[in-house]
């Protein structure tokens, strides 16, 4: 059984920032990425950017520049630093991580909501 744990989201005014972390858990063999979806009210998911075991990196170009995506091996965690927030950031964001236990499995958090009010 493995489990992502999210922390981090909440309220924050434009032009903030946050820094959501999510940890895995549990029969974890490798991890082979990491990453953060987002999904916004009435809009389809979408990838917000994901690093690889090789620490290869993918942003949605939107968020270039803006937001920043790490990981802690050691610690099976990965952490999404996001600054100068605004109002369109606001949406529901999940941890997603590819992980050998068991079997290889694709995992998700629960989600945690970031509202930037304006």
């Known amino acids: 059984q493995v489990k992502l744990v999210e922390s981090g989201g909440g309220l924050v005014q434009a032009g903030g920032s946050l820094r959501l972390s999510c940890a895995a858990s549990?029969?974890?063999?490798?991890?082979?990425?990491m990453g953060w979806y987002r999904q916004a009210p009435g809009k389809q998911r979408e990838l917000v950017a994901r690093?690889?075991?090789?620490?290869?990196?993918n942003y949605l170009d939107t968020v270039k520049g803006r937001f920043t995506i790490s990981r802690d091996n050691a610690k099976n965690t990965v952490y999404l630093q996001m600054n100068s927030l605004k109002p369109k950031h606001t949406a529901v964001y999940c941890c997603?991580?590819?992980?050998?236990?068991?079997?290889?499995?694709?995992?998700w958090g629960q989600g945690t909501q970031i509202t930037v009010s304006s």
């Open positions: 997603n991580a590819l992980i050998v236990g068991v079997a290889l499995y694709d995992y």
């Open positions: 690093i690889t075991s090789g620490d290869s990196i």
């Open positions: 549990g029969s974890i063999f490798s991890i082979n990425r």
